[in-house]
T-cell receptor
Framework: AQSVTQPDIHITVSEGASLELRCNYS??????LFWYVQSPGQGLQLLLK??????LVQGIKGFEAEFKRSQSSFNLRKPSVHWSDAAEYFC?????????????FGAGTQVVVTP | NAGVTQTPKFRVLKTGQSMTLLCAQD?????MYWYRQDPGMGLRLIHY???????AKGEVPDGYNVSRLKKQNFLLGLESAAPSQTSVYFC?????????????FGQGTRLTVV
């Protein structure tokens, strides 16, 4: 069965420091990959997505993610974190064989930003 | 531009009561989804719809029903609420499959069943 794993439940980072959030998936083929962010009390917002091609993907708010097929990973990074980046981040996978486009989400990583 | 609007935002139900959650989108999207979000479990798909009058079961459909009588609305019903249905519910919509086009999410409905 397909699965999405975010190993880190909670990460604390200082403002201005770099951030990396991990995501691993289990799927028979290369899936579509997404990162979403959920600010407190809000819905989810798409940060970036990977379908094919260049394995380094740029997103909004200064985020980027790198797809590594050999590691079945799609880690999210930001060079310098701002206080407004405090939120919960979800990795999601879409199966290329699913014509109805359902997404499977990881459990999420809560990011706390300290001054 | 409202996007995806969920009604209500908060609700407390007693066990056995029924209710309907409304999701409305004004983007003329074909695809609509209902998810529930529970701590440590991310979002899990309850039901979805790929067009007016069509619905299908997702990962956790038991205890829920849905209807899509109008393209812009997707209703989620709980016929007899149980404490296990205490959760935050999110509706999402997309123009095409979310694997291809961006899915837009509502702000959520926090439901507590006592």
């Amino acid at each position: 069965a397909q699965s999405v794993t975010q190993p880190d439940i909670h990460i604390t980072v200082s403002e201005g420091a770099s951030l990396e959030l991990r995501c691993n998936y289990s799927y028979g083929a290369t899936p579509y990959l997404f990162w979403y962010v959920q600010s407190p009390g809000q819905g989810l917002q798409l940060l970036l997505k990977y379908f094919s091609g260049d394995t380094l993907v740029q997103g909004i708010k200064g985020f980027e993610a790198e797809f590594k097929r050999s590691q079945s990973s799609f880690n999210l990074r930001k060079p310098s974190v701002h206080w407004s980046d405090a939120a919960e981040y979800f990795c999601a996978v879409g199966m290329t064989t699913d014509s109805w486009g359902k997404l499977q989400f990881g459990a999420g990583t809560q990011v706390v930003v300290t001054p | 531009n409202a996007g995806v609007t969920q009604t209500p935002k908060f609700r407390v139900l007693k066990t056995g009561q029924s209710m309907t959650l409304l999701c409305a989108q004004d983007m003329n999207h074909e695809y609509m989804y209902w998810y529930r979000q529970d701590p440590g479990m991310g979002l899990r798909l309850i039901h979805y719809s790929v067009g007016e009058g069509t619905t299908a079961k997702g990962e956790v459909p038991d205890g829920y029903n849905v209807s899509r009588l109008k393209k812009q609305n997707f209703l989620l019903g709980l016929e007899s609420a149980a404490p296990s249905q205490t959760s935050v519910y999110f509706c999402a919509s997309s123009y095409s499959t979310p694997s291809v086009t961006e899915a837009f999410f509502g702000q959520g409905t926090r439901l507590t069943v006592v």
